[in-house]
């Protein structure tokens, strides 16, 4: 699907191609490697100074990325003369023009703290915003001529392809009305998707890896990791019985309503994983939600120092252990749903991480990708999660996103998926 061959041992690929990476580098940076591989494109690194060769075939090319970093942009001749023919064939061009060194938010990729800038006007584009960005001129360039079989922008949510299969009636005089209430849903979406973290507080000593990945417009699941203070971070997965509107309205109260430490004129105290459940169990069932909206819920509390992890959940899928030379292992803490029993108890444990383990969070959505449990034999992990329990936790999240996003579908399996990974360097 991509080629990835060095700058300056250039051959004229066959086929149509998505995306055209043009740079005098050797390669491509991997973050956006990754990207062109996790969105299905078909790629090609190429020489800046050889896209004329290329350019007999431009019919068959979706979008081009110009790798302007060290360049300079107001005296490069050459690269002014590759803008002026690429705007003259009328195809979208997406220039970058430096990395930049610091956290950028992203929801479907990992967290990096590479971005790109685009312009000396565009102070930095994180992935997300690269991939809009590329959406938008094989969309364009679908439109320009139909007989090139580029990618539209793809879909936020598993149930947008279930929706775009349902034929579409001429007759219809609620059409306009249908669009309205996609355009709200979806505008619903990136209000709930304000209210996830914004970075991850990535280090030297740890990475995280995130999946958000609604079912419809909008998620029953809400997740967050937070520094609390040097020491310590909180993170957690919710997840909303059910999907849709209803169950991302309660995410919204449940991440308003969970809250990680207590603070008292200049003095705060951090308050423990059971603890933090307990209190969102109360609040939930002292609200008296209506059409007996429930939740789950797994709370960990990590000393970044000590490197213990402490955790409790409630009705939640069990966290995940990887640790290197064993089989994965289930961390299990007795708790019952939220928002049922206002006097319910919830149990902590605590486990000592060390280097090289990789914690693995996720949403009922992604139980067959992962593991489910039988009345038999237990929990049973799927072989395709076996295969990859030894990968770094960002490759882990990468590839079950993927899984994820490739499955056949029917209405009555759309769920929603979230994933939150961490690994100890």
Known sequence: MGHTQPAGNAAVPEGFIDVVYLSDKPHMPAEIRRLFRQKKLTFHLWPLNQYNDIRARIDRIGTVLVDAEGLDISQDQRLGRVLEVLERDNVGIVLLTQRVRRPV??????????????????ESISMDDLWSSISVNLAQRKHQNSGIATKPPGPTSLSERLWDKKPSDPSDTHGS?????????????????????????NSDELQWAVTFLPAEWVSGD????????????????????????PAALLTMFIKQALVMRQTVDKNYRIFPPAEV????????????????????????????????????????????LLRDGQPPQQL????????????????????????????????DGGELLIGRLHDKTGFQYTEEFLAMKDCPITEIVDRLTEMARNRDIEPAEVDDLTLVGLEIH
């Open 332 to 363: 299990q803490a007795r708790g019952s749903l939220l928002g049922i029993f206002e006097s319910a108890d919830f149990v902590q444990e605590t486990v000592q991480l060390q280097a090289g383990d990789r914690l693995l969070l996720y949403s």
């Open 177 to 201: 009305f249908v669009d309205s209430v996609k355009e709200q849903l979806r505008l619903a979406g990136l209000v709930q998707r304000d209210f996830l973290p914004a970075q991850l507080p």
């Open 105 to 122: 938010r992203s929801f479907s990729l990992v967290t990096s703290e590479t971005s790109f800038s685009m312009t000396k006007s565009v």
């Open 222 to 245: 809400i997740y967050d990791v937070a520094r609390i203070d040097e020491q310590h971070i909180g993170f957690y997965i919710a997840d909303a019985v059910g999907h849709s509107m």
């Open 277 to 320: 459940v307990k209190n969102l169990n109360i609040k939930m069932a002292g609200q008296k939600l209506s059409g007996y909206q429930f939740a789950t819920c797994c709370y960990c509390l990590l000393n970044v120092k000590t490197r213990q992890l402490t955790f409790a959940r409630a009705g939640h899928p069990y966290p995940i």
